[in-house]
């Protein structure tokens, strides 16, 4: 629920938890409780509003970096444990735009691809296309929150990138972390 709430107001954000209810097909009851502990986790905040309008809230951030690797072993299992459900839950959104691909006006159709790339490279030269890749959509999250930024036609678009090695180095050959 808090991973689809994260989402809603990602992309459709700022909004009350009535309408993140209508967004995620949640009550309004229990989205505003997790709204409130999202908020209670630094995840989410109160938005600005006018008057008479209802409270809403938006996301403090535009991303977020799971940190499976510290030295609490409580903390690496429930990182862990939120990192499998995004992951699962990015597939469904694949899946999902796999299935409704049809319905895709052609040009868009055409644009969304499932591209699988194998590279051999060097601990040091994939931190470099991350770091290039993270500065080129760094470039273009100001229009997630300034709608006035959004060229016309501009469509929410997932970028799903995973980076794994395939396979890992003998130990001999492992440089030291």
């Given at each position: 629920?808090?991973?689809?709430?994260i989402?809603?107001l990602?992309?459709?954000g700022p909004?009350?938890?009535?309408?993140a209810?209508?967004v995620?097909?949640?009550?309004?009851?229990t989205?505003?409780?997790?709204l409130?502990?999202?908020a209670?986790y630094?995840?989410?905040?109160?938005a600005?509003?006018?008057?008479?309008?209802?409270?809403?809230?938006?996301?403090?951030?535009?991303?977020?970096?799971?940190?499976s690797?510290?030295?609490?072993p409580?903390a690496?299992?429930a990182?862990?444990?939120?990192?499998g459900?995004v992951?699962?839950?990015?597939l469904?959104?694949?899946?999902?735009r796999?299935m409704?691909?049809?319905?895709c006006?052609?040009?868009?159709r055409?644009l969304?691809?499932i591209n699988?790339?194998l590279l051999?490279v060097?601990?040091?030269e994939?931190a470099?296309l991350e770091?290039?890749l993270h500065?080129?959509?760094?470039e273009?999250y100001?229009?997630?929150a300034?709608?006035g930024a959004?060229?016309?036609?501009a469509?929410?678009?997932?970028?799903?990138?995973?980076t794994f090695p395939?396979?890992?180095?003998?130990?001999?050959e492992?440089?030291p972390?």
């Amino acid at each position: 629920m808090r991973i689809a709430l994260i989402e809603a107001l990602t992309v459709d954000g700022p909004l009350a938890a009535t309408e993140a209810a209508e967004v995620v097909g949640e009550s309004p009851t229990t989205c505003s409780f997790h709204l409130r502990q999202l908020a209670r986790y630094g995840f989410v905040e109160d938005a600005e509003r006018g008057p008479g309008r209802r409270p809403s809230w938006r996301m403090r951030s535009i991303g977020t970096v799971i940190a499976s690797e510290g030295s609490d072993p409580e903390a690496n299992v429930a990182a862990a444990a939120v990192s499998g459900l995004v992951r699962q839950r990015l597939l469904e959104h694949l899946d999902r735009r796999e299935m409704s691909r049809a319905s895709c006006p052609k040009r868009w159709r055409d644009l969304a691809q499932i591209n699988q790339h194998l590279l051999f490279v060097t601990a040091e030269e994939l931190a470099e296309l991350e770091r290039r890749l993270h500065q080129m959509l760094m470039e273009l999250y100001p229009r997630i929150a300034d709608e006035g930024a959004r060229p016309k036609g501009a469509l929410p678009v997932e970028m799903i990138s995973f980076t794994f090695p395939l396979r890992l180095p003998a130990p001999a050959e492992a440089p030291p972390d």
